[in-house]
C-alpha cells in the first residue's frame, strides 16, 4: 500500500496489532466528568531520529524493539490498549479488553532533511502520523531513504490529554532502552483513579462556567455563508522563535509592571502577542469583529491544593484534566492598545481558572448536564453569536521531546500534529529541541492569518528548517 501526496511517497511493508505482554482481566473504565468535555478527536505526535542504526542493530531489529517494549509499557498503561464503547446512557466508556494497538511499518522514499516540517499539512498528516481507524492508540515506524526514522502515534483525545500521553511515551522509551539491570516497570505508573474527579453532593457551579462550556443540545447552528463568500482555509504550520524574541516580547508586555509582583509570564505574553496578531489579520476588511481566545489550563496541580498525597496521585493521573478559559475583546481595541494591556486581558481571565474551586465546579457543571455532553465554546467558535476569530493556545513546554530517547539517541525534531477539526484554531508552543530556551510553535489557524503573521513579524514567526535544527 502507498500512500502518495506532494513530494514524496509512503509505502507500508507490515501491519500488525500489538497488545500488551500480561493478559488482564477484561473491566470497564468510566470516563470521568472532564474527559466527558471533550469532543472524539485524535492527537497525532511525531519523533524524528537521524540515522539511529548503531552497531549491529538493523532495521528489522529497532522495529522490534519498539514493538517489545511498547507491549510491556501497555501493560501499565493498558487503557491504550481498549476500546471506547458507548454504553447504556449513551456516553462513551473506555472496555479495557486488551484489543492492542494497530502498528504500522512503512517506508518513506525521502531522505529526513528532505522533509518540509515547516509545512506538515503536506508532509506528516496521512503519512508520517497514522489515522487511527480503531482503539485508542495507532502507532507508525516510518524509514527513511537516508536511514533516518519517525515514529509517530495517534491517540483519542478522550481518554488522554498531553500530559498523560508525555507519560506514555517516557515510559514507553524508558522500557526500550538498553540497560542489563533494569525493570520493565516503568518508573511513572499512571493513576486510572476516577473517584479523584467525583461531582460533590451538593454541587457549587459558578456563573463563568456557564459561559464558558454548553451542551450540544444548546450548541447554535453554525453561520451560514452568503453564495459569494469564501471561509479561509486552516492550515498547519510550524515556525521557531528564539529565545532573544521572547524575552524582548515578555519584556515588553511587563512594561507596565512598575516592579509588581504580578509578572506576565512568556505563555501570557506570547498568546497577548498572537491575540493582538490575529485580531490584526482578520480586522482588515472589518473592524467590529471580536477575536477571542482560549487558553488551556493544566488542573493536577490545582486539583492537589497543597495535599501531598493528592498531588502524588495527581502527579501520575492518566485522563483528562483541562479547561479553556477565554477571552473576547473587539479587535480594534486589542490592535490599538499596548502589548502590556492585552496581556493583563489574558491575566484576567485566567485568574478564574487557575483555582482547585474551578475544577471542582466544571466536574459539577458536567454532571448536572449528563447524559448530553458538553464542549468548551471556544472549541466550536461559538461563543455568543459575535463575528470574529477564535483559536486556542495550549501550552506544550512539558512536551518530554528529549526524553524520548528509545535507545539510539534523541529525536533532532518532534512536534505534536493536532489538526482538531473545529472550527477554531489551535496552537501550541514547545521547546525546541535545541534546547536553548527557543520555541517551536505548532500553529493551525487560517491561511490568511498565518501569511499576515509571516509579512509582519518575520523576526518572530521564522519556518522551522533543518539548517536551524542541525547548525
Known amino acids: 500500500m502507498c500512500i502518495g501526496k506532494g513530494e514524496f511517497t509512503v509505502k507500508v511493508t507490515n501491519k500488525e496489532i500489538v497488545a500488551a505482554a500480561l493478559p488482564m482481566q ?29 552497531t549491529t542493530a538493523t532495521h ?22 481498549g476500546e471506547v464503547m458507548t454504553n447504556s446512557m449513551g456516553e462513551p466508556e473506555l472496555l479495557c479488553n486488551n484489543r492492542g494497538v494497530d502498528f504500522v511499518e512503512a517506508f518513506a522514499d ?38 533516518g526514522l519517525v515514529v509517530a502515534c495517534t491517540f483519542d483525545h478522550r481518554i488522554a490529554d498531553a500530559y498523560s500521553a508525555n507519560m506514555f511515551l517516557v515510559s514507553w522509551a524508558e522500557i526500550a532502552r538498553p540497560n542489563n539491570n533494569k525493570s520493565l516497570i516503568p518508573t511513572m505508573q499512571p493513576c486510572f483513579r476516577r473517584s479523584l474527579m467525583t461531582p460533590r453532593r451538593p454541587p457549587s457551579i459558578h456563573p463563568s462556567l456557564y459561559d464558558m462550556y454548553v451542551p450540544i443540545s444548546d450548541m447554535p447552528p ?11 482555509p486552516i492550515i498547519s504550520r510550524i515556525y521557531y522563535v528564539t529565545s532573544k524574541e521572547l524575552n524582548n516580547m515578555q519584556s515588553l508586555a511587563n512594561s507596565n509592571n512598575n516592579g509588581g509582583s504580578s509578572k506576565r509570564s512568556k505563555l501570557e505574553s506570547f498568546s497577548a502577542f498572537l491575540w493582538k496578531m490575529v485580531a490584526e489579520a482578520a480586522s482588515i476588511n472589518n473592524e467590529n469583529i471580536v477575536a477571542k481566545m482560549g487558553l488551556v489550563v493544566d488542573g493536577r496541580k490545582r486539583l492537589s491544593n497543597g495535599d501531598k ?24 481595541e486589542l490592535v490599538d492598545n ?10 484576567e481571565f485566567l485568574e478564574a481558572a487557575v ?20 464542549l468548551a465554546r471556544i472549541y466550536c467558535g461559538s461563543t455568543g453569536g459575535e463575528e470574529g476569530p477564535t483559536f486556542v493556545v495550549s501550552s506544550g513546554q512539558r512536551f518530554p521531546e528529549s526524553k524520548v530517547d528509545f535507545g539510539w539517541g ?11 477539526g473545529g472550527s477554531a484554531g489551535y496552537v501550541m508552543p514547545m521547546p525546541s529541541p535545541k534546547r536553548n530556551g527557543d520555541w517551536l510553535l505548532y500553529m493551525h489557524l487560517p491561511k490568511g492569518h498565518l501569511h499576515f503573521m509571516e509579512v509582519q513579524a518575520p523576526h518572530f514567526f521564522r519556518p522551522v528548517s533543518w539548517d536551524y535544527l542541525l547548525n
Not at 45 to 53: A, Q, S, T
Not at 60 to 81: D, Q, W
Not at 358 to 372: A, C, K, Q, T
Request: hydrophobic letters at 40%.
Open 309 to 332: 498525597n493528592k498531588e502524588e496521585l495527581m502527579n501520575s493521573y492518566f485522563g483528562n484534566v483541562l479547561s479553556i478559559p477565554y477571552g473576547g475583546r473587539l479587535a480594534e
Open 338 to 347: 499596548p502589548l502590556c494591556w492585552v496581556a493583563d486581558r489574558v491575566h
Open 355 to 374: 483555582t482547585e474551586e474551578h475544577f471542582l465546579g466544571l466536574i459539577d457543571w458536567v454532571e448536572e448536564h449528563r447524559p448530553v455532553p458538553g
Open 110 to 147: 525521502v531522505e529526513l532533511q528532505s522533509l518540509n516540517l515547516y509545512n506538515p499539512d503536506e508532509t506528516v498528516e496521512g503519512k508520517l502520523v497514522p489515522k487511527k481507524k480503531h482503539g485508542v492508540l495507532a502507532a507508525q515506524t516510518t524509514w527513511m531513504k537516508c536511514g
Open 410 to 420: 534523541k529525536p533532532v525534531f518532534g512536534s505534536y500534529h493536532f489538526p482538531w
Open 60 to 81: 528489522h531489529s529497532i522495529v522490534g524493539c519498539l514493538k517489545n517494549s511498547l507491549t510491556e509499557a501497555l501493560v501499565s498503561y493498558y487503557a491504550f490498549a
Open 26 to 54: 477484561e473491566h470497564w473504565l468510566p470516563l470521568s466528568n472532564l474527559d466527558l468535555i471533550l469532543p472524539p478527536v485524535d492527537v497525532g505526535v511525531f519523533f524524528c531520529y537521524k540515522n539511529p542504526i548503531i
Open 222 to 232: 453554525p453561520p451560514q455563508l452568503e453564495s459569494d463568500q469564501k471561509t479561509d
